[in-house]
């Protein structure tokens, strides 16, 4: 029998089955629940994951030069969108 809030009725006389009934109910509804630890859990599990997303972008693997060549700056330009993209996922 699913917990009933409305039971004892105000006033009423007490029946110790349907106390037990109603205990037994809040019992297995609590059981049921997450904890704060699974929760704590499941969050952490996910941000674990979401890291991986960008696992496939491979470093640029050089420095700067200091004249700015157009093809080392179009470099950074398709990496970024690359790491942009893996994040998306």
Same mark, same amino acid.
């Given at each position: 029998m699913p917990f009933d809030p409305t039971k004892p009725a105000n006033n009423a006389p007490l029946s110790s089955a349907e106390m037990r009934s109603q205990l037994t109910s809040l019992n297995a509804d609590i059981q049921q629940r997450a904890t704060? &630890?699974?929760? &704590? &859990?499941a969050i952490a599990n996910a941000l674990q994951q979401t890291s991986n997303n960008s696992n496939s972008v491979s470093t640029l693997g050089q420095g700067a030069d200091g004249?700015?060549?157009?093809?080392?700056?179009q470099m950074l330009f398709d990496k970024l969108d690359e790491l942009i993209n893996a994040l998306r996922r």
């Open positions: 704060v &630890n699974d929760l &704590n &859990n004249s700015y060549q157009q093809w080392q700056m």
